[in-house]
């Protein structure tokens, strides 16, 4: 029988670490149904387009730490909405 901390511990451990990547922002983003209908054309075409994605990491604000977040990503969604609408 595996134990708690091989179950649970270990495993959320992981996904600590993964939630700080900007592939997982922009998945859990795109499966928020709140989620602006102004920034999802946006956030498709940087989770299909290499280049675009190549952009975003260089933009998307990190923490002092270097990691992402969800609401940095949102932060620059809107700086990309405002400069469409230019």
């Known amino acids: ?9 270990n495993t959320n451990k992981v996904l600590k ?3 700080t990547k900007l592939g997982y922002c922009i998945k859990v983003l795109k499966g928020f149904d709140q989620l602006p209908k ?3 054309p ?3 075409k940087i989770d ?3 280049e675009t994605y190549n952009k ?11 990691k992402f977040t969800a ?3 949102l932060q620059y969604l809107y700086k990309e909405y405002k400069s469409e609408a230019v």
């Open 71 to 73: 609401f940095y990503l």
């Open 38 to 40: 102004e920034f999802k």
């Open 1 to 9: 029988m595996k134990t708690y901390r091989e179950l649970v511990l």
């Open 42 to 44: 946006i956030l498709a």
């Open 17 to 19: 670490e993964e939630s």
């Open 56 to 66: 975003c990491i260089d933009n998307v604000r990190v923490s002092k730490s270097g």
């Open 48 to 50: 299909k387009d290499a």
